[in-house]
């Protein structure tokens, strides 16, 4: 796990966007972790996904002398997976928790996180016991997605079919996930697919204390389909089968009204019937092609070679005591393996 002659540094990473109201709880969690870990040393690397309310600055001033942070801003919102994606190239730790700045998850978390890291888990996914809005139809539908797409994509058995809300990722799985280059992506499953020892833990979320969920339906749907597209050929392989079945039905109808015809001696009489035959036909074939088109779409976008994320800055705020050997900060290479633009060297 880590060279037992150092203590293991692990790195908290926090995504935020407009979480100016959230900026001193986070920090105050921080300084929580750090008490009930002493035998740990911790930083804590903020993605400002391109907020407009100062929040990397505020987050800075409320450190204390003594907080190792690694602060980074994004020229732009890029979204949290990015950010997550930011974070987990950016953190030294020998393994990175993820947690979220609306303050939602108890410190105890921390500690069955670490309990897992050291029993050998090289991933820890937190699911929700109990979620801070536990009702509601976007609540249900959030859970039906996530069991339908834990039973259908390529992932092994470990992913949580109630869907992970944080996790723990051990050094060599950032290595593994900072090397692939997808950019329409769902981190949670990058983490999932690269296999390693995975296990699970459960906390009672709490609710937000400050500010709006900034995880709209649009962003939502829009991880609806970069799932399924980069880990599951199920809605390809559902477009083949209605299309066979459709065509059957249609050969069928058209034997069968040949023979009324051929018996009655009478042409059919059925042109409502066709109409809607082919408007419904007409609504799978386009429906086919659109779902194929989602794919077409993600695989030029990957083809384009645009960045993942654009980071304008990257502040270091103190250093570790020790840091993983692999997990040194180099902005060159950091602008190589994700593709990000920055305007500092290294800081």
């Known amino acids: 796990m880590t060279d037992p002659a150092r203590r293991p540094l692990v790195s908290i990473i926090v995504p935020a966007y407009d979480e100016a109201p959230n900026v001193t709880g986070t920090v105050a969690l921080f300084h ?3 008490r009930s870990q002493p035998d740990v040393d911790f930083e804590i690397v903020l993605i400002d996904d391109g907020s407009t309310d100062n929040t990397a600055d505020l987050f800075i001033a409320a450190l204390g002398e003594d907080d190792v942070a690694r602060v980074a801003s ?15 190239a950016l953190c030294r730790g020998d393994c990175a928790i993820t947690l979220s700045a609306d303050l939602q998850e108890p410190i105890d978390v921390i500690d069955r996180f670490l309990e897992e890291w050291r029993a050998g888990h090289d991933i820890v996914w937190a699911i929700r016991a109990t979620r801070s809005v536990p009702k509601g139809i976007a609540n249900k ?9 834990a039973k259908h994509a390529d992932l092994p058995s470990t992913f949580p079919k109630e869907g992970p809300s944080q996790m723990l990722v051990g050094r060599p799985v950032l290595d593994v996930v900072n090397a692939m280059p997808e950019l329409n992506r ?15 833990v459960a906390f009672e979320q709490k609710p937000r204390l400050a500010n709006d969920s900034k995880w709209t339906t649009s962003k939502k749907i829009k991880l609806v389909f970069d799932s399924f ?21 249609g050969l069928l109808v058209a034997l069968v009204m040949l023979v009324i015809a051929l ?17 419904f036909v007409g609504g799978v074939q386009i429906g086919c ?16 070679k645009r960045p993942l994320y654009v980071t304008r800055s990257v502040r270091d705020i103190n250093s570790p005591a020790s840091s993983a050997p692999s997990a040194s900060f180099d902005m060159e290479a950091l602008a190589n393996l994700n593709g990000s633009r920055t305007a500092a060297g290294r800081s």
């Open 141 to 149: 539908l959030a859970l039906k997605f996530n069991d339908f797409f």
């Open 186 to 200: 769902n981190i949670l499953a990058l983490v999932a697919w690269s296999g390693f020892r995975q296990t699970t």
């Open 32 to 34: 929580e972790i750090r």
């Open 263 to 279: 018996v009655t001696l009478s042409a059919p009489s059925t042109l409502g019937l066709i109409i809607a035959a082919v408007l």
């Open 289 to 304: 092609v659109g779902m194929i088109g989602q794919y077409v779409y993600r695989a030029g976008d990957d083809a384009r």
């Open 229 to 249: 597209v980069e880990f599951s050929a199920m809605p390809v392989m559902l477009m083949l089968v209605l299309g066979t079945l459709f065509t059957a039905v």
């Open 74 to 88: 994004f020229s732009r919102n890029f979204g949290s997976h990015a950010g997550l994606s930011a974070g987990f």
